[in-house]
């Protein structure tokens, strides 16, 4: 009986253990932390051994194959260990692929891959079954072992990227690359762009390649790296033959001769990044053969994602917007530009290295304040101290919304957008967003 060793017991880890019990495995999942109570009962019912607080090499270092948490860096003792003696080390996803024949559509990049996923699983789950995993949801791995969808949409991180062999998705996309997570790539931007690209690493001439041909990162690569899978564009700048453009306030889709063309004024999400993830999206379901009044409607009547530019709620004429999810500079530029009215700003958090210098012209034009929350708001003070006249900080998301609540104006908005991660004060970006949305209701 072939061993699998699991490192991490979360979602991934639990699913993968119990899809790795099914197929005949002999199943050890470890956790140098505790494991949650909710996933504790799982291992227990299902009789697969665990350990928590502590990695055991003598249970670890006779596994077979290893399915390693997104979380753990490669560069962990353990990790090593387990490399040096040839012991396959794999991602959650590379294991679940392995016992599925489902239509694989895998969706990566530094920002807007949840949005572009959980729109996509939206337009196609209007006309086929289809199931959306991997950084969403239920894992990947449980959802084969309980639901077996004939068709994916995986949104996939660079970590889970690091951790293929012969993963293969039949439709990949990638939205962008900007800097993120260089703290994990010894921080070398190279080997970031190189982890995203795994995407397409398998796939042969019979599969596609959906991507930004506007980000200069992306095209300079695929001038010195050939691929093999058919290459279909997407560009708010240029026409694209075979693929999708903006003309006219048209998104224009093309491909093999067969077109699709939609007004952008009918889009439910609005901004320019948001104009991107719909051409992506459609261009996968287009692939899919999803019939084109489907894809319209699905496109008007999407509700969008969870902190995320979410609207929360109108008080005194004042919008407050959760933007939590806004981890990264980049994603804080695409918000700052959607903002139409004087914003007062709410960032700060654990600094990831971020150099915000493209965030200038947006913070001169539209931000009125500034509320800096974080454990070290140093160089956020250092930084835009000089741009506004009010910038004040806080570690409380109360206290946070209660200042922005006296400094904005009828007409304003009040912007949650981090541009860092959450770890510092919150469990993560999502406690962070719903602290925000209960503190707003508060007032």
């Known amino acids: ?79 090593q260990k387990l490399i040096s003696i040839r012991v396959s080390v794999i991602s959650e996803i590379e294991f679940a692929s392995r016992y599925t024949d489902a239509t694989l559509v895998a969706i990566t990049g530094s920002n ?5 996923a959980t729109l996509t699983h939206h337009v196609l789950k209007q006309q086929i079954n289809v199931g959306l995993a991997g950084n969403i949801g239920d894992s990947f791995a449980k959802q084969i072992l309980e639901k077996n969808y004939p068709n994916y949409v995986l949104e996939i991180s660079s970590f889970q990227l690091d951790g293929i062999v012969n993963f293969k998705p039949h439709i990949a996309v990638l939205t962008n690359i900007t800097p993120d997570h260089l703290d994990r790539y010894d921080n070398n931007f190279e080997n970031y762009v190189t982890s995203k690209f795994r995407v397409v ?15 200069s990162v992306i095209r300079e690569w695929l001038i010195t790296h050939p691929i093999k899978s058919q290459k279909l564009p997407f560009s708010l700048l240029k026409d694209i033959e075979n693929g999708a453009y903006l003309k006219d306030k048209n998104i224009i889709i093309t491909i093999d001769n067969n077109q699709i063309i939609m007004p952008i004024n009918k889009l439910a999400l609005e901004g320019k990044h948001n104009i991107k993830n719909a051409m992506a999206a459609s261009t996968v379901a287009h692939l899919l053969k999803i019939r084109k009044q489907t894809i319209r409607e699905s496109l008007e009547n999407f ?59 947006f913070v001169n034009e539209k931000v009125k304040a500034i509320i800096c929350l974080g454990v070290d708001n140093e160089k956020l003070m250092r930084t835009f101290g000089n741009m506004v006249d009010v910038i004040i900080e806080t570690q409380y998301m109360s206290e946070a919304v209660k200042i922005a609540y006296k400094v904005a104006e009828a007409g304003d908005n009040v912007l949650l957008s981090p541009a860092c991660a959450s770890f510092d004060l919150f469990e993560n970006y999502e406690d962070r967003g719903r602290q925000f949305k209960a503190a707003v209701r508060n007032l």
């Open 1 to 79: 009986m072939k061993r699998l060793v699991v490192l991490g017991g979360g979602e991934s880890g639990v699913g993968t253990a119990l899809l790795g019990k099914e197929k005949g495995f002999e199943v050890f999942v470890s956790d140098k932390g505790e494991i949650k109570k909710k996933y504790k009962d799982v291992l227990i019912h299902h009789e697969i051994e665990w350990e928590e607080n502590q990695h055991s090499d003598s249970k670890i270092l006779n596994a077979d194959v290893v399915m390693k948490s997104p979380g753990i860096p490669d560069k962990v003792e353990l990790v």
């Open 112 to 116: 807007g891959k949840t949005t572009t």
């Open 201 to 215: 690493e398998n796939q042969t001439e019979e599969d596609y390649f959906i991507y930004d041909a506007d980000d």
């Open 303 to 361: 509700q969008g994602v969870e902190h995320r530019l979410e609207n929360v709620v109108r008080i005194n004429k004042v919008q407050y917007i959760n933007d939590s999810k806004a981890t990264n500079v980049n994603a804080t530029y695409f918000a700052l530009e959607s903002m139409d009215a004087p914003t007062v700003w709410i960032v700060g958090g654990t600094d990831k290295g971020n150099d915000y210098k493209e965030l200038f012209p």
